[in-house]
């Protein structure tokens, strides 16, 4: 006699589609690409704005530098924030009111007539809507939708960011010096409208949605139901990361990272190089070449992510560009000179070439978390912009010069390479930190 018990029946397998000859993941990681060249838009603006604010409203280099600062923060410690929230709602829904939220901020610029009208659209409204399309957005996209080549796909997010550099600045530059900031400010409203279709349409929020796996998976993935308490799981996971030293020490690099970068380069160049007698469209043009050149060094650092150690990377990177600030105040002069040339390709190769290395060091601490982690990380990399955006104006107005900041933040990038360096190696097969 054999006996027998009733099981449940076992559900069927969702069913999956035969794959595509070109995987839909290459899909939304373009429409993410075009999404962040969006975003980007309104970035490559700043710089451009100081001069043209300052003889028009007579506010200081310090108080415009101050909204820059509120700007870059909200950039930052937006990220985490919704990561936490495309996790809830979905990453289509987040992206597509953020791309509204910087088209209104920006809207809204032309018909200010005091500073805390510049902070609230440029600093508040801009910098939550673009700090919601940050690198946290493209490492949300990259963890659901591809399993290998992740180094370059990141790459290639990160570079989009440029590539809106390169894009809007020549034409935004033309504008402010043919027509005034007011014709800049609408362009980037439109640029940010433009996208929002392309989204809703296009962009979906994971592979199963579309009865995918991941490109590179061997194995369907289910979607995950949406994670509610957003805000509480963000928190948490900072509370849990901070008791952990590769947070610190990556938060630390990158804030020397958004130092150098965003807070002192592309908020700061344009006016330095007009204090040395060069055209304003003569140094827009050449923070555009830094964006064709950092779209290329990008992309290979994330080739080269996937090949090689991230800590040496990374302090390499810090390294070099260290060197480069140092040399800056010697290049700047009324012409564009060969050195010159060479230190806007040299520093544009470098300049978020951080960014690959960095997001992989997240994902192997801090597992299914990284994306949020990383946010946090994103953070600090705009707190420092911030605050070199900020001391830069104040440097400006009390010195009559930029040199003292860039050799500052020459010595901090040397601090940084050092950082890395000693981040800890996790070794194969060890688990990632439980955040």
């Known amino acids: 006699m054999t006996q027998t018990t009733d099981s449940p029946p076992i559900a069927p397998a969702p069913r999956r589609k035969a794959e595509p000859r070109i995987h839909r993941a290459w899909t939304v990681a373009a429409v993410a690409f075009v999404t962040i060249i969006g ?32 700007n870059l923060a909200l950039y930052g410690l937006t990220a985490p924030f919704a990561a936490a929230l495309m996790d809830r709602f979905g990453i289509r829904k987040v992206v597509a009111v953020a791309l509204t939220v910087i088209a209104v901020g920006s809207g809204l610029t032309v018909f200010m007539d ?6 609230l659209c440029w600093g508040l409204l801009v910098g939550l809507g673009s700090g919601s399309m940050a ?39 033309w504008m402010v010096e043919a027509h005034g900031w007011r014709p800049a400010a609408v362009t980037v409203t439109l640029a940010a409208l433009a996208v929002v279709p392309f989204v809703w349409l296009l ?32 928190l948490t996971v900072l509370a849990k990361a901070a008791r952990t030293g590769p947070f610190w020490l990556l938060a630390g690099t990158f804030a020397i990272c958004g130092a150098s970068t965003n ?31 950092d779209v290329a060094g ?39 000179h060969p050195p010159m040339v060479f230190f806007i390709v040299f520093y544009g190769l470098d300049w978020v070439a951080t960014v690959p290395p960095t997001i992989a060091l997240c994902r192997q601490h801090y597992g299914d978390d990284s994306a949020i982690v990383f946010g946090w990380v994103l953070a600090s990399h705009q707190v420092g912009a911030a605050v070199i955006a900020f001391l830069g104006g104040v440097a400006r107005d009390v010195f009559g010069s930029y040199d003292v900041v860039w050799y500052a ?15 800890r190696r996790r070794g194969p097969g060890t688990e990632p930190l439980a955040v």
């Open 39 to 70: 975003a980007a838009a309104f970035r490559s603006l700043p710089g451009l704005l100081i001069d043209p604010l300052h003889s028009e409203f007579h506010w200081s280099r310090g108080t415009i530098g101050a909204a820059v600062s509120v």
């Open 114 to 119: 005091a500073a805390w009208q510049l902070v």
């Open 135 to 173: 690198l946290a957005f493209a490492a949300t996209v990259t963890n659901r939708w591809f399993t290998e080549r992740r180094g370059l796909v990141t790459g290639i997010l990160t570079a989009a960011s440029a590539s809106g550099q390169l894009i809007f600045l020549p034409l935004l530059s």
């Open 203 to 234: 962009l979906r929020d994971h592979p199963a949605d579309v009865g995918l796996a991941p490109y590179g998976a061997s194995a369907y993935v289910p979607k995950p139901a949406p994670v509610t308490g957003a805000a509480r799981r963000t």
């Open 263 to 293: 807070g002192l380069v592309q908020t700061h160049f344009v006016p330095a190089a007009h204090d040395h007698g060069m055209p304003v469209t003569a140094a827009a043009g050449l923070l555009a070449v830094i964006g064709v050149f």
């Open 298 to 336: 990008t992309i290979f650092s994330g080739w080269l992510t996937d090949r090689f150690e991230s800590r040496r990377l990374l302090a390499t990177y810090y390294a070099l560009r260290g060197i480069s600030l140092l040399f800056l105040p010697m290049l700047l002069a009324p012409a564009v």
């Open 409 to 423: 933040s020459g010595a901090l990038c040397a601090a940084a390479a050092l950082m890395a360096l000693v981040i």
